[in-house]
């Protein structure tokens, strides 16, 4: 198919109404809603999308849970805490090394990575209940590895048996003395996707972990690193830049994280947001109880990278580090441009579309425009409507009766430790030089007009639009992955990075441009068919020479 | 060291599994139903099941693996999930038009409850499910068992739809257990040849390893059909291949529709394979062909050609219960000694059987069903084997003790083969000794000093 001349051009309300068409009536209504042609370009009113909704039953979504959210996503790099999933065997299994967050287990060696822990509930725990059991494999995880931390897990049925995780963790902590444990309920069928266990992990990071360490850490321009989680070895590349720069990174939430990571992320000066989605929570809770700012970054992509490095040496206004920064900008980038400028001889005006969790879908758009690519199409999993228009729809939103049983945690400056680190009108003066505090974009304003966005996307539309708008690759995850490929299209997966990465920061733009470049001008599509069936009609009998 | 935190000392553990050598009911039931002809798997509790369920599948076959889910809310979870599988069939069947949807539940659905034949009868009242489409169901509750276990309960819902007409076919059921799609392509392969007309099922062959085409068919042409599922109450008899696979589907339709059974271990290795094509061609009165013969002449050449490396080697190997009593009894076949076997799947026969199998033999076994790796880890590090057989997990202790690994069962994510080469049978078996010699030789080759390296091996 890569090979075929795109023969029809469809209008984008052709398509959304071509990917609607064979929904039962209630189930179109429904989509329409979560499928937008973008139009938020400046001068016009960005239309809104609704997001964060329930999925539709039986629509073969690309979509997870919240325990994969929480466990799987937030709390699953931290490489000395032993998390217990407190459930029947697959959950823990499934999360078991599956993302790819690389660890490196420093020199105290804690490293709970390639284990898998789980209380592996059985039928008599789900009659009799399984606080026991879950105290039990406490005891056991605290005398076979003496950790910082251990961390619960609920799962699905743990919610509906009743099970208290909180009070098992808190007598086990007590009991202990020297090892914090501490309980997730992030039962699966909680909100409606991943992004419940993100906030619920968020909640519990910041009580149980944020503040503990209270010894001021080392170091010239802290910053933490928000929703980077070292897929790939993505964080290493990032913070190999850092200390190029000069920048302390005091704890990243959580690619290659540690339980003092997380203790000491209040003494960071400046709070980078990655992974908007995951994080925002905490980032907003560092802000409100301790006074640390916070900005949005993007280190996917070489100019993304260079941008958000300049934002950050502009918050600290300090001249060594912007020249630093300079420098080090001056350094990276000739090989970036080098490799760029040879790759987009061959990916130039090709299309991509992406389809990832919850922040992955915005943040690649840049690499690929560097290669001369466009992004046609693009959706989130699991964003919200702040992720796809941008922070200022969020008075607007309302909480649906799925979403309503999250909880909110309340936090306020802390009496001691609150500290502005900026003065309000060194705020306003670094506002009016062009930096957003607390503030994220969207997804959509850095799509081109015209282009179809869609939310939870489903395996029904993800072929739909293969089929009508041929791009020349396709990015989204495992699931995904084979069906696309079998329709002759390139596909890269932007969660696990296909065993690849880094992708981000200046060595992973090299990566990247040189992957793309490999899959979409693979020779193996050209295979598809055999001779005799390009050719099938024999047209005359064959003669030995 | 990856995994630095196993201590030698062994420790009775009685509430935490730690890295364990198994998985959940569900995914058992979800890779059977895609064996069914135009099925699609469908996860009745909260959507992250499917998703992680398909991913794993997917990273083991490097294929598409499709299957819907009720994607349970809060709500749904306290109140009952009927109103999401009822919209959820409605959907499926308007929008991805299968011939079948095979339900399963997880501890969600199945801690609250829900009644799925219930729901179905009353979806088929509503006309949710169109004429002459199939909506199957099994309870598959992830507290109980393993994977295997739901694989199994999955197989009995298919053999459930056995419609007897009183009159025998002259055809033979045959269970195939939870092996790879080549594997059950290879049992028909066998079966044709010594010419036994049989009805296989589940059957993922044609659908796990479906081309690159340019088309992506959502149901690849395999798999047995519901029709040929309506008649296997009219066969001479059943096979079931594996005791924990396949054997409560072959008795269910022995009970309920006279349709006798036998149970056989699954066909890997030489012996097991023997006792296979034995009774296969016994119980249809034919006379097996010598290409058959031919076959496992080769596999016994084999073994013999290259005993003294395989004489003595102590092994160390996990998995399921069905495959690892036909690997053990093949290992001691050739004196090698599986001296660690565990599987996470509970059933106290499987230590019994496993046992009888390495009695009498210059070695103790350590043996443990419910058992975990991290269990397995500990006895090696306290005495090492030469070889590893497992799944990808067991990578890890692969490296950090220094031992080469057969990758072999479920799942292999880091390799790719397992879904075209069969590994049952005598070509089977073939494949398995290749494979285990390569890794035992390359690790000499590796060792031996420069005075003792040879050529000729």
């Known amino acids: 198919m890569a090979k075929t001349k795109k023969l029809v051009q469809f209008t984008p309300t052709e398509i959304k109404d071509e990917l609607l068409k064979k929904y039962p009536p209630k189930v179109a209504r429904k989509r329409a809603k979560q499928i937008m042609i973008n139009e938020a370009q400046e001068n016009e009113t960005p239309s809104e999308i609704v997001a964060n909704v329930r999925t539709i039953p039986g629509i073969i979504t690309m979509r997870g849970c919240t325990y994969a959210g929480c466990k799987g996503v937030i709390l699953g790099p931290t490489r000395d805490l032993v998390n217990i999933t407190h459930g029947p065997i697959g959950c823990g299994f499934y999360s078991w090394l599956t993302r790819r967050n690389q660890t490196d287990p420093g020199p105290d060696g804690e490293n709970y990575m390639p284990y898998c822990f789980s209380t592996d509930m059985q039928d008599q725990d789900i009659i009799f209940g399984g606080e026991k059991k879950l105290a039990a494999a406490i005891q056991e995880a605290y005398d076979l590895f003496h950790p910082k931390g251990i961390a619960i897990f609920a799962t699905c049925p743990v919610g509906l048996i009743g099970d208290d995780i909180h009070a098992v963790a808190k007598k086990m902590k007590a009991k202990f003395g020297d090892c914090n444990v501490f309980a997730f309920s992030c039962e699966g069928y909680k909100g409606v996707s991943q992004s419940a266990g993100h906030h619920i992990a968020n909640n519990q990071v910041f009580t149980h972990l944020v503040g503990e360490n209270e010894k001021p850490k080392e170091g010239e321009f802290k910053i933490n690193l928000l929703g980077e989680y070292n897929i790939g070895g993505d964080g290493f590349e990032i913070d190999r830049i850092f200390k190029l720069c000069g920048i302390t990174n005091i704890a990243t939430f959580s690619g290659n994280s540690s339980y003092d990571q997380f203790a000491s992320a209040q003494h960071a000066d400046l709070n980078t947001v990655m992974c908007h989605r995951s994080i925002n929570y905490?980032?907003?809770?560092?802000?409100?109880?301790?006074?640390?700012?916070?900005?949005?970054?993007?280190?996917?992509?070489?100019?993304?990278?260079?941008?958000?490095?300049?934002?950050?040496?502009e918050y600290f206004g300090d001249k060594k580090l912007i020249d630093r920064v300079e420098a080090v900008i001056a350094e990276e980038m000739p090989e970036v441009e080098a490799v760029a400028a040879d790759v987009r001889t061959r990916t130039e005006g090709k299309t991509a579309m992406m389809f990832v969790g919850g922040s992955r879908a915005h943040h690649y758009g840049e690499l690929f425009s560097e290669m001369g690519m466009k992004t046609i199409s693009a959706g989130y999993e699991f964003g919200h409507r702040d992720d796809y228009e941008g922070r200022q729809v969020i008075p607007n939103l309302k909480v649906d009766a799925d979403s309503r049983n999250i909880e909110e945690i309340e936090v306020v400056a802390d009496d001691k430790y609150y500290n502005p680190r900026k003065t309000p009108g060194e705020m306003q003066a670094l506002e009016e030089s062009g930096l957003k505090f607390k503030h994220y974009d969207g997804m959509n304003p850095d799509m081109d007009k015209g282009t179809i966005i869609v939310d939870d996307l489903n395996q029904y539309e993800a072929e739909k639009l293969v089929e009508l708008l041929k791009p020349d690759v396709f990015c989204a995850g495992i699931k995904e992955k084979y069906s696309i490929q079998k329709l002759g299209v390139p596909m890269k997966q932007l969660h696990s990075y296909d065993s690849g990465g880094p992708y981000a920061g200046f060595k992973g733009a090299v990566n990247f441009y040189q992957e793309i470049d490999r899959l979409v001008n693979s020779k193996v599509w050209s295979y598809m068919k055999a001779p005799w069936q390009e050719n099938p009609e024999l047209t005359a009998t064959f003669v030995w020479e | 060291m990856l995994l630095r935190h196993t201590p030698t000392e062994v420790k009775e553990r009685k509430a935490l599994m730690i890295n364990p050598a198994k998985t959940c009911q569900p995914i058992g039931a979800m890779y059977a139903a895609l064996g069914i002809h135009g099925c699609l798997p469908h996860s009745h509790g909260s959507q992250g099941c499917c998703a992680y369920h398909r991913s794993a599948l997917t990273r083991h076959y490097k294929e598409p693996v499709s299957a819907s889910t009720s994607s349970f809310t809060e709500g749904a979870s306290v109140?009952?999930?009927?109103?999401?599988?009822?919209?959820?069939?409605?959907n499926i069947f308007t929008v991805y038009e299968p011939e079948v949807i095979a339900v399963h539940t997880t501890c969600l659905s199945e801690t609250i409850g829900d009644d799925l034949k219930q729901i179905r009868d009353r979806a088929q009242k509503e006309g949710k499910i169109p004429e002459g489409k199939t909506v199957i169901g099994a309870p598959t509750p992830s507290y109980v068992g393993s994977h295997v276990t739901g694989f199994s309960n999955m197989v009995k819902a298919m053999a459930e739809l056995a419609e007897p007409s009183g009159k025998k076919n002259g055809k033979v059921n045959i269970i195939p257990g939870w092996v790879e799609p080549c594997d059950m392509a290879e049992i028909k392969r066998l079966a044709g040849m010594v010419g036994v007309a049989i009805t296989l099922f589940p059957d993922t062959s044609g659908i796990l390893d479906a081309p690159l085409t340019g088309e992506y068919k959502m149901f690849p042409d395999g798999g047995v059909t519901i029709d040929e599922l309506k008649k296997c109450g009219d066969a001479m008899g059943t096979l079931a291949l594996g005791e924990w696979c396949s054997a409560d589907a072959a008795r269910w339709l022995d009970s309920k529709c006279k349709v006798p059974c036998t149970v056989l271990d699954m066909p890997f290795g030489l012996a097991a394979t023997d006792r296979f094509i034995?009774?296969?061609?016994?119980?249809?009165?034919?006379?097996?062909?010598?290409?058959?013969?031919?076959?496992?002449?080769?596999?016994?050449?084999?073994?013999?050609?290259?005993?003294?490396?395989?004489?003595?080697k102590r092994v160390a190997i996990w998995g399921d219960p069905d495959q690892l009593i036909s690997m053990c009894e093949f290992l001691v076949s050739i004196d090698m000694q599986p001296v660690y076997v565990v599987t996470?799947?509970?059933?106290?026969?499987?230590?019994?059987?496993?046992?009888?199998?390495?009695?009498?033999?210059?070695?103790?076994v350590k043996v443990k069903a419910k058992g975990d790796m991290f269990l397995m880890h500990q006895w090696i590090k306290n005495e090492s084997v030469d070889l590893l057989i497992g799944n990808s997990y067991g990578k890890y202790i692969a490296r950090d003790e220094d031992i080469p690994l057969l990758r072999w069962g479920f799942p292999i994510l880091d390799r790719q083969g397992h879904q075209y080469f069969p590994t049952v049978g005598y070509k089977g078996g073939l494949r398995l000794l290749e494979k285990i010699l390569n890794l035992l030789l390359d690790r000499k080759d590796r060792d031996d000093p420069e005075t003792g390296f040879e050529l000729v091996l």
């Open chain 1, 282 to 313: 905490v980032a907003d809770m560092l802000e409100t109880k301790y006074g640390i700012p916070w900005i949005k970054v993007n280190f996917i992509g070489a100019n993304a990278t260079a941008k958000s490095l300049r934002k950050i040496a």
């Open chain 2, 79 to 90: 109140f009952g999930g009927q109103a999401n599988l009822m919209q959820a069939i409605d």
């Open chain 2, 278 to 312: 034995d009774v296969l061609r016994t119980v249809a009165g034919v006379t097996v062909p010598d290409t058959v013969a031919h076959e496992r002449g080769q596999l016994v050449d084999l073994i013999s050609d290259m005993h003294q490396y395989f004489y003595g």
């Open chain 2, 344 to 364: 996470g799947t509970p059933g106290k026969k499987f230590e019994a059987r496993i046992k009888e199998i390495c009695a009498g033999q210059p070695f103790e």
